[in-house]
């Protein structure tokens, strides 16, 4: 059975940069999107962005350059990374697999919330 | 970015109610739609794709349509593991949009 599992701090300065990792357990990285999602605190929900296996990323122009999203394939990870963070990127994460196109999610993990806050 | 706007934002119901839940696109997105049901705590998980395509493993008394550029859920007689928030998705044109969601509640 696929697992996902997103780690990382969940509480990040002001103007910081927030990262954070989604390890695949139970299954390969090959031959999926690995893509972040999330949804601010009684909110709904906003597409990030996806690395395909290949290395192939696209992120949502709404983040603007803030956003990178990678593949650590000896580790069976992939990992977000989203600079200049403010309040407004308080959110539950979370990291998500596709197979066949990159939102058609499978796969999530349970999320994790990060708050920006000084 | 294609503007997906779904309504009602909540609705409250009834065991056994047919449940009918709207997502208009602000331009043509084509069949690329999908819903999504959260409940709460938890992540999203994939109900219908490609407007009205059921996922496998989930009840044939949910199900998707579509007319021009509204797309439709209907849930045909609610039951209590259904009520949750749903979320529509588009991915006809990136950026992949979610509508704001609707939050059906127990009345």
């Known amino acids: ?118 | 970015a294609i503007q997906m706007t779904q309504s009602p934002s909540s609705l409250s119901a009834s065991v056994g109610d047919r449940v009918t839940i709207t997502c208009r696109a602000s331009q043509d997105i084509r069949n690329d739609l999908y819903w999504y049901q959260q409940k709460p705590g938890e992540a999203p998980k994939v109900l219908i794709y490609d407007v009205s395509s059921l996922q496998t493993g989930v009840p044939s008394r949910f199900s998707g349509s579509a007319s021009g550029t509204d797309f439709t859920l209907t849930i045909s007689r609610l039951q209590p593991e259904d009520f949750a928030a749903y979320y529509c998705l588009q991915d006809h044109i990136y950026p992949p949009t979610f509508g704001q969601g609707t939050k059906v509640e127990i009345k």
């Open chain 1, 1 to 118: 059975q696929v697992q996902l599992q997103e780690s990382g701090p969940g509480l990040v300065k002001p103007s910081e940069t927030l990262s954070l990792t989604c390890t695949v357990s139970g299954g390969s990285i090959s031959g999926y999107y690995w893509s972040w999602i999330r949804q601010p605190p009684g909110k709904g929900l906003e597409w990030i962005g996806y690395v395909y296996y290949s290395g192939t990323t696209n992120s949502n122009p709404s983040l603007k350059s803030r956003v990178t999203v990678s593949l650590d394939t000896s580790k069976n990870q992939f990992s977000l990374k989203l600079n200049s963070v403010t309040a407004a990127d308080t959110a539950v994460y979370y990291c998500a697999r596709s197979v066949t196109r990159a939102v058609y999610f499978d796969y999530w993990g349970q999320g994790t919330l990060v708050t920006v806050s000084s």
